[in-house]
C-alpha cells in the first residue's frame, strides 16, 4: 500500500506540466553543478590561503569525528528523502535552493582563499568522493557546505518533530567540524545565514511559479 501510494503521489505530480518541469530542469541544473565540484575543489587546492587566527579552534584539541558527522549527515538525508517520496514538492525545493547555495559556495571559496585550519583531520567518507573527486580536499572553507546541507535540509522539512531532528543535527555536526577542525568558526557561523538566503529567494522564484501556472 505504500509503495502505490507513493507511485500515485509522484504520478499526480508528474501529470501537472509546471511541476515536471520543475522536477526535470531543476535536476539536470542541480547535477550539472554538483559534478563540476571536483573540478573546482581541484583548482583551490592548488592556491594559497590566508591562515586565521581563531581562538575558539585553538583551545580545542583535535580529534577524528569522521564516522559520527557522516552518520548524522547521511541519517538526515534518509530521513529527508523518506519524507520526499510522499511530499515531492520537499524535493523540489531543496533541489532549486541547493543549485545557488552551490554557486554562491564557489563564489566565497573563490574570493575568501583561506588554509586549512591548524590540526585540521580530513574527512573520510567514500560516498562523497563522487563530489569532490579522489583528492583530498581541505581548502573548500568559507563557507561550510556540511552545515549548508544540513540546514537546507531542515528548511525543507515540514513537520515539527522532522525540524527539531534537523536543527539538533546541525549543531551537533557543526560542534563535531569544529572538534575535527575542519572548519573555521567563520565558516560555520556564516553557513546558515547565507543558506537561509538562498532558500528564500528559491522559494519566491518557486512560488511566483506556481501562481503564475495556477493562473494558466
Not at 501529470?15 to 563540476?36: D, E, H, N
Not at 571536483?38 to 590561503?49: A, M, N, S
Amino acid at each position: 500500500m505504500a509503495t502505490m501510494s507513493i507511485r500515485n503521489i509522484w504520478r499526480e505530480t508528474w501529470r501537472l506540466a509546471y511541476k515536471r518541469r520543475l522536477i526535470i530542469i531543476g535536476t539536470v541544473i542541480m547535477l550539472s553543478v554538483v559534478f563540476t565540484m571536483p573540478l573546482f575543489f581541484g583548482h583551490i587546492e592548488k592556491r594559497e590561503g590566508t591562515l586565521i587566527n581563531d581562538p575558539v579552534l585553538a583551545a580545542i584539541t583535535p580529534h577524528n569525528v569522521s564516522v559520527l558527522i557522516f552518520s548524522i549527515i547521511w541519517g538526515m538525508v534518509l530521513l529527508t528523502f523518506y519524507r520526499a517520496l510522499y511530499k515531492p514538492s520537499i524535493y523540489i525545493i531543496y533541489c532549486w535552493a541547493l543549485i545557488p547555495i552551490t554557486i554562491t559556495r564557489f563564489i566565497t571559496i573563490s574570493i575568501v582563499p583561506l588554509a586549512p585550519p591548524v590540526g585540521l583531520i580530513p574527512l573520510a567518507d567514500p560516498l562523497t568522493g563522487v563530489f569532490y573527486g579522489q583528492a583530498l580536499i581541505t581548502k573548500d572553507l568559507f563557507f561550510s557546505g556540511h552545515i549548508a546541507t544540513l540546514t537546507l535540509m531542515f528548511l525543507c522539512l515540514e513537520k515539527r518533530n522532522d525540524k527539531i531532528i534537523g536543527f539538533i543535527a546541525t549543531i551537533i555536526v557543526a560542534c563535531l567540524l569544529v572538534v575535527q577542525h575542519i572548519h573555521y568558526s567563520i565558516d560555520i557561523l556564516a553557513s546558515p545565514g547565507i543558506t537561509y538566503i538562498c532558500y528564500r529567494l528559491t522559494r519566491k522564484f518557486l512560488d511566483k511559479e506556481i501562481t503564475l501556472n495556477i493562473l494558466k
